[in-house]
């Protein structure tokens, strides 16, 4: 019985056997083309190449290719036939790693003369006849000895400091496919020909080894691969829509922010932008108005803050620290650029004694805060060093933590909702391995957010969830809110996480109905996250084609000729008294040469004006995107372009009155 392992299936059966059996003869004992569909098989949810015994009991899957776990194997392959592609048609070229990454992978190479693109199409042929060779993947373990001995010889210096790195005790895997071999950890499918073709290199780049400036410069190739065409085209298709709406270049084109090289990391608005920017402000602090109370930290704080927070310790390396440049300064100390605002936030909570009747105290900040990125992380407004926080603070009872969070939900969707986003995820991430609070503290949160959970599932199936284990901040459990946008990539925006921390960590308390000093549940919560960020996205999902609450300039009043400028200025006046931000074009340009232009820069709406227009008191509407035009009176169109461009919430608001006194 010692050499027997017990297996369930997914079908709920189990079986027992022979421990030594590999996952390959196990696949072929229960049905011939389950044997020939298989590429690797998964025990307790590990996966495991087809060659590896059993040797444990414990549920087992057999995986086709067409599993989403096998799309990982498939690029880790394809990354290995990309490293022997390489050195054939380059002898002498040293390879290093090749990791899979969201989307793919890629691998970097020491090479005398760098990649260029016109080399990835030869690669690619030459990847295309390895995997045509359909030669098997074949592993063996390897003493530390060998593998230095081994990679030393073929001139593979960057392997063999590899070898030196991985820890004493740990099992030195080599997988050969036909006679190249490569250090790997493994798991692989069972050969080559298991790939398919739906692969494309897709760009060269330098990378430094081990992304260390002081180590040598190498040679990269980034590369994706699915399991089948259809997958690869739409992917691809959705690469090309997404450079169509990069937010650097629409930003560019409507004229909306710059960035340079004085300022990295940090956006320099111009006036279109910032409009946008206030706007999204403008309509967070309405979302907030009558629930929560709008607060101001300091941008700048003492040091021993940030070490009482744990900020200076978790967190220093991403903080930029400053001091008085005068060396003679009485109070000369070490300051830091506030990161986030959740330690102001306490300090304004502990501010004044509070009872168990002020709770929950609800503090929401428009902050700007400063992270060091690496230069090389910088993306646009997606990714940068100085930008705007819209999170909140709420301080309350154990008792009202459901409720709380479930009104930040609501908040959080219905947000989405006014800008276009109707899917979203609800990820909540449990507690990790190292964490602070007691378990039973823990316990009671986590019991509270499932219940939550639960009924954000049952309130709309448009919303879906899913459980991160072990994926909670170290001071609590948290859910994440991700969005889809329109060409179907995901983004992480909104959180909501509790926090056992910071309250104890900086003494803040309360006093209970029994006189009592107690410690209160702190809640951060994000909505857009960074508003910055978030604007880009909007930018990418709407590709410049904002609705017109949003547009940063709704209406261009454009003349056909000199006669209608007296016309066409009172047009632009009247829409402005409506609250329209309009703009008039009076130059003496031909009227097709000011529609192409402000097309180009995604204006909503122009209204175009004649003579004849201005002797009978009406407009002609076009649109952006739509060849249809259409001739309203001045009234008209103000009325129905005033009530298009109110925003979502007062619109809400307006009608939710007027229901009122119909009552």
Known sequence: MANTVSLEFPDGSKRDYDAA???????????KSLAKKAVAYALDGTVRDLSDPLMNSGTIEILPREDPRALELIRHDTAHVLAEAVQELWPGTQVTIGPVIENGFYYDFAKNEPFTPEDLPVIEKKMREIIARNKPFTKEIWSR??????????????????????????????????????????PHMASTGQIGNSFKLMKVAGAYWRGDSNNPMLSRIYGTAFANDNDLNAYLHMLEEAEKRDHRRLGREMDLFHFQEEGPGVVFWHSKGWRMFQNLVSYMRRRLDGTYEEVNAPQVLDSSLWQTSGHWGWYKENMFAVECADEEA???????????????????????????????????????VHRYEPSGALHGLMRVRGFTQDDAHIFCTEEQLAEECLKINDLILSTYA???????????????????????????????????????????????????????????????????????????????????????????????????????????????????????ILIENYAGHFPLWFAPLQVVVATITSDADDYARDVARRLKAAGLIA?????????????????????????????????????????????????????????????????????????????????
Request: net charge negative; with cysteine; aromatic share 10%.
């Open 21 to 31: 059996m590999t996952g390959a003869e196990l696949a072929e004992s229960i049905s």
């Open 145 to 186: 000895e060998k593998a230095r001995k081994t990679f030393a010889e073929k001139g593979e210096i960057y392997k063999v400091e590899l070898v030196d790195a991985i820890p004493e005790g740990q099992d030195l895997k080599v997988y050969y496919q036909g006679d190249w071999f490569d250090l790997c950890r493994g």
């Open 330 to 368: 009485e109070d000369k100390r070490i300051f830091a650029l506030k990161p986030m605002n959740c330690p102001g936030h306490v300090q304004i909570f502990k501010h004044g004694l509070k009872s168990y009747r002020d709770l929950p105290i609800r503090l929401a900040e428009f902050g700007a």
């Open 418 to 536: 006014d800008f276009g986003f109707e899917e979203i995820t609800v990820f909540f991430s449990t507690r990790p391995e190292k964490r602070v609070g007691s378990d039973a503290l823990w316990d009671h949160a986590e019991e509270i957010m499932g219940g939550v959970l639960k009924q954000i599932q049952q309130s709309d199936n448009r919303i879906k969830t899913a459980i991160n284990p072990g994926d909670g901040a170290f001071y609590g459990p948290k859910f994440d809110y991700v969005l889809k946008d329109a060409i179907g990539r995901q983004w992480q925006c909104g959180t909501t996480q509790v926090d056992f921390n910071l309250p104890e960590r900086f003494g803040a308390f309360y006093i209970d109905k029994d006189s009592e000093k107690k410690q209160p549940v702190m809640v951060h919560r994000a909505i857009c996250g960074s508003m910055e960020r978030f604007l880009g």
């Open 583 to 663: 703009e008039a074009d009076l130059r003496n340009e031909k009227i097709n040469y000011k529609v192409r232009e402000h097309s180009l820069a995604k204006v909503p709406v122009i209204l175009v004006c004649g003579k004849r227009e201005a002797e009978e008191g009406t407009v002609n509407i076009r649109r952006f995107g739509s060849r249809d035009q259409e001739s309203l009176t001045l009234d008209e169109a103000i009325s129905r372009l005033s009530e298009e461009a109110t925003p979502p919430d007062i619109r809400r608001e307006r009608k939710a009155l007027e229901e009122k006194a119909t009552v």
